[in-house]
């Protein structure tokens, strides 16, 4: 079966689909991933085939506007920011799916930035669309919707929350849908009443148990883990660091982007100096850079690697670098920017696994310092991160994924 697997983002939402894609090219599927040109090597390094999306999301992130969604504190104003953002690069975005799904393809496997125009094009071609989600976005009484950074709510608050967020992000995909829905001769239809029915999300339900009240159509499957390329190597600098001492605390804000990175690179080397222990920072797209006798500074490194060899991971909360942390069994010091990062940070914590989260708007390297300390020397977050890990092993995410485009085929 031809699988094309549609996602558009950041790093963080193109790396598990990697994994997923490899686990289905040795099911003996022909797999291929649509996504930004910028990941076109870390794509096809894995033998899949790379169909390019336009937009290149770092340089989005970098903007002006990209700094405003950033910089904001309420998110109310953050999610007003993102959808004017968002609203000027959809057409493109959406002209690009069209040309990648019309390539050819048996089944869509959309992520949830992607589904939209998905579904639309699954329609008119008469290709079976399923979702592959790595956030849980369909409005739910069990938790306030993902992208906002609320607390939970009541029951109604949370599904009443829910559903007025699907309004608004429908506000980003509109009229490029409709457009797109014109140029393919079908008729006008609400983003909601073509949606995919069967959704399936690749995160753990020992992270984030499946609502009681979502459709059936609906399960949630385990982390579709990212691949590792063939060819890489740890660089003998970093081995001979990890080997030289007690293991460090890694510290990396993956996707993020600041226009402070020198401030945000300073304020991560005194917090691990008044912390007292050696530190890993990964440069990331912000070009993190903190350099001494207990500090290095990496590029890429594996998370599947490096994690396990440390002592706490201080990050931004993405989806895919919480989910690292959890696979490796190690304490987290959660510092969400925006959006989603907000819900896995609080998720870390209501699992016993971090310190309260600390807002990167909001953080200083005195709480820096406080809370890696905690993530180092409390044991009970040792023993409750080893308990998950142990957990998140006994999972196959991706069979799920493979039964059920047995039942298509």
């Given amino acids: 079966?031809?699988?094309l697997i549609v996602t558009a983002g950041s790093w963080g939402d193109v790396a598990?689909?990697?994994?997923?894609g490899v686990r289905l090219r040795a099911a003996g599927h022909d797999v291929a991933l649509a996504t930004h040109e910028r990941f076109r090597s870390a794509v096809t390094a894995h033998r899949l085939g790379f169909r390019a999306l336009p937009v290149d999301p770092r340089g989005e992130l970098a903007s002006a506007d990209g700094q405003g969604v950033a910089r904001a504190v309420n998110p109310a104003v953050q999610m007003a920011r993102l959808i004017r953002?968002?609203?000027?690069?959809?057409?493109?975005l959406t002209a690009g799916v069209h040309d990648a799904v019309r390539q050819g393809a048996d089944v869509l496997l959309s992520s949830t930035v992607t589904e939209p125009m998905c579904a639309a094009l699954g329609e008119a071609l008469r290709v079976p669309v399923l979702g592959a989600h790595l956030?849980?976005?369909?409005?739910t009484t069990a938790f306030a919707p993902v992208l906002t950074g609320a607390r939970s709510?009541?029951?109604y608050g949370n599904l009443l929350g829910g559903h007025a967020l699907r309004a608004g992000t429908d506000r980003i995909f509109a009229p490029a849908v409709?457009?797109?829905?014109?140029?393919?001769?079908?008729?006008p239809r609400e983003?909601?009443?073509v949606s995919t029915r069967q959704v399936l999300h690749g995160f753990s339900p020992h992270v984030v148990p499946r609502p009681r009240d979502w459709p059936d159509g609906h399960r949630v499957c385990g982390y579709w883990w990212p691949a590792i390329p063939p060819d890489w190597r740890p660089e003998p600098r970093l081995v001979d660091f990890l080997a030289s001492g007690p293991p460090p605390v890694f510290a990396g804000f993956g996707s993020f982007v600041t226009a402070d990175a020198e401030q945000l690179s300073d304020m991560i080397g005194e917090a691990l100096r008044r912390a007292r222990v050696r530190g890993v920072v990964q440069a990331g797209w912000s070009g993190l850079h903190v350099e001494n006798d207990d500090i290095i500074t990496v590029r890429e490194v594996p998370h599947a690697w490096l994690l396990p060899r440390i002592a706490a991971a201080v990050h931004h909360a993405g989806a895919g670098t919480t989910a690292a942390g959890l696979r490796a069994g190690v304490p987290a010091v959660p510092v969400p920017v925006q959006l989603d990062q907000h819900f896995w940070a609080a998720r870390l914590h209501a699992l016993g696994v971090s310190p309260r989260p600390v807002r990167h708007q909001r953080l200083t390297a005195h709480r820096l310092a406080d809370a890696i300390t905690e993530a180092?020397?409390?044991p009970a977050l040792h023993g409750r991160a080893r308990h998950i890990a142990a957990r998140l092993a006994e999972e196959d995410g991706a069979r799920p994924v493979l039964d059920a485009l047995e039942r298509l085929g």
Wanted: charged letters at 20%; a positive charge.
């Fill in 376 to 378: 180092v020397r409390e």
């Fill in 85 to 92: 953002m968002a609203r000027a690069f959809m057409p493109a």
């Fill in 153 to 155: 709510l009541s029951p």
């Fill in 135 to 139: 956030q849980p976005i369909h409005p």
């Fill in 1 to 3: 079966m031809r699988v």
């Fill in 191 to 193: 983003l909601h009443h």
């Fill in 178 to 187: 409709r457009a797109l829905r014109r140029e393919l001769g079908l008729p």
């Fill in 16 to 20: 598990p689909y990697t994994g997923l």
